[in-house]
């Protein structure tokens, strides 16, 4: 992947770019929706994106830089503060009072002013913008932008004799997104659509209820969870990270009420005792009507994981409701799982996963044709005939330093047309764990309904 193709994706998920429907100032739908300013508050991303900037034109043909505001405005401070060209800062609206100036800074006639524009669509502000540069005595003849919506500004520009040095365009956009599967076909052909400036039909997207799901589905795991969830009013997963027994069992009595299932990792248990883990455990699963996620992400050939299953000190078999299991081994791995509902590890939420859209095709094929499989954890869209659950949702945070990556639920059921968000620290580290699972239980309650 090169480098700009990788600097995308980052500022991608600042959110800089949005697809759906969007009514523009004029009243026009457009399919996607650009919004530069995030970049600005992340201070390693903006300085990136100077870089990249000024790699687009030879600084030394240039006394000064110009950024419009006020998207723009950072970004022309980063470029200057980096190759030490002196910035000038256009006001929106002439001082009322003093000197009436509608720029400031330190210039002199004749000087050359590179202008930065975050965005360009028909051209038109920045044919307002330069003339006012041009009136002190500033020759422009150079403009940077950040992405080129292709909608006819650049042409405009250039019929004047500007030259216009875009980053990125619309297209290029896409084709990173598509490759990255960040945006499917129908969503391009949609933006085409808009670019040829045509008006596009928007096909409403719906999902399905819970209550449909439930009539389609035939296996009794995906029914119990399905079933759960339309009694509790509630799509949270509970993710139990934690080390101590006491700690679980206090962490499933406080979430309890607000959860479809609790996820364990149950081999990090410091103290793991089946009868004074998993009998108690089990007691809670019953008094507050939830199931048992043992998330072993198995990964190995069928024999190892048979026995892996229902062996050693965990006897996972003997009281999971559900597993998680990667499909490395092929089909036939995922057969000894008997009497639980495999969700299958499609697509992983950290940075750097492994699993590209290739590789979540093919482990899709074994999952959709495995009868033992319920679900999949992915970060993208699944078939319906498979439960999507979404880890790697968070709503105070995007990250951790160790690779984590984080959307909200919002996110993830409009997106992603989650059906159960699974969410550990989230929860476990609040302050307050039973209002933190409320909390999560309502958002993702509301993002699901807000999504039908
Ligand atoms: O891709 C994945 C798959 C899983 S199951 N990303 C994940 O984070 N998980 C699990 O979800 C992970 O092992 C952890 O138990 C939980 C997320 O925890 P959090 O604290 O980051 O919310």
């Known amino acids: 992947m090169s480098n700009k193709e990788n600097f995308l994706l980052e500022c991608y998920q600042l959110g800089i770019i949005k697809f759906g429907k969007f009514t523009l100032k004029s009243g026009i739908e457009s399919p996607f929706y650009v919004d530069l300013r995030p970049l600005a508050s992340d201070p390693k991303i903006l300085k990136k994106l100077s870089f990249f900037l000024l790699e687009l034109i030879s600084i030394n043909d240039f006394d000064l830089i110009c950024g419009v505001p006020y998207a723009a405005l950072p970004m022309a401070t980063a470029m200057s503060l980096e190759s030490e060209l002196p910035l000038i800062i256009k006001r929106k609206e002439a001082k009322a009072y003093g000197t009436k100036k509608l720029i400031e800074g330190i210039f002199s006639k004749g000087q050359n002013c590179l202008i930065v524009e975050d965005v360009i669509t028909s051209g038109i502000s920045?044919?307002?913008?330069?003339?006012?540069?041009?009136?002190?005595?500033?020759?422009?003849?150079?403009?940077?932008?950040?992405?080129?919506?292709?909608?006819?500004?650049?042409?405009?520009?250039?019929?004047?004799?500007?030259?216009?040095?875009?980053?990125?365009?619309?297209?290029?956009v896409c084709e990173i997104l598509r490759k990255n599967n960040l945006i499917s076909d129908e969503e391009i052909s949609r933006i085409n659509d808009f670019l040829k400036g045509n008006q596009v039909q928007f096909a409403e997207e719906k999902r399905l209820t819970y209550e449909q799901k439930l009539e389609n589905s035939t296996n009794s795991f995906s029914k119990k969870i399905l079933e759960i969830a339309i009694e509790k009013k509630s799509n949270l997963i509970a993710s139990a990270d934690v080390l101590t027994t006491k700690e679980l069992l206090d962490f499933a009595e406080k979430v309890g009420p607000n959860i479809v299932a609790l996820k364990t990792h149950i081999d990090i248990l410091t103290d793991f005792d089946f009868d004074e883990t998993i009998l108690p455990l089990k007691d809670l699963a019953n008094k507050y009507n939830f199931l048992l996620m043992e998330d072993r992400k198995f990964g190995d050939i069928g024999n190892t994981q048979e026995l892996q299953f229902s062996n050693g000190i965990y006897k996972i078999s003997s009281w999971a409701d559900l597993v998680t299991s990667h499909v490395i081994g092929g089909e036939n791995s995922l057969d000894c799982f008997l009497n639980v509902g495999v969700i299958a590890i499609l697509g992983m939420s950290s940075k750097g996963t492994l699993t590209n859209s290739e590789y979540r095709e093919e482990a899709l094929k074994i999952a959709l044709s495995h009868p033992n499989v319920i679900g999949g954890v992915c970060q993208n869209k699944i078939p319906d005939?498979?439960?999507?659950?979404?880890?790697?949702?968070?709503?105070?945070?995007?990250?951790?330093?160790?690779?984590?990556?984080?959307?909200?639920?919002?996110?993830v059921f409009k997106n992603l047309k989650t059906d159960f968000i699974i969410v550990g620290r989230g929860i476990y580290k609040a302050e307050e764990i039973e209002k933190a699972s409320l909390d999560y239980k309502i958002a993702g309650w509301n993002s699901y309904i807000e999504n039908l």
């Not at 009136?135 to 004047?160: A, F, H, Y």
């Not at 945070?397 to 996110?411: R, V």
């Open 126 to 172: 920045l044919l307002e913008t330069i003339p006012e540069i041009e009136k002190e005595d500033l020759k422009v003849t150079d403009i940077i932008v950040v992405l080129d919506r292709q909608q006819g500004g650049k042409k405009l520009l250039e019929e004047r004799g500007f030259r216009v040095h875009s980053l990125f365009n619309m297209t290029e």
């Open 385 to 411: 005939e498979l439960l999507l659950f979404t880890p790697g949702v968070n709503m105070e945070t995007k990250g951790d330093n160790k690779g984590q990556q984080y959307n909200t639920s919002e996110f």
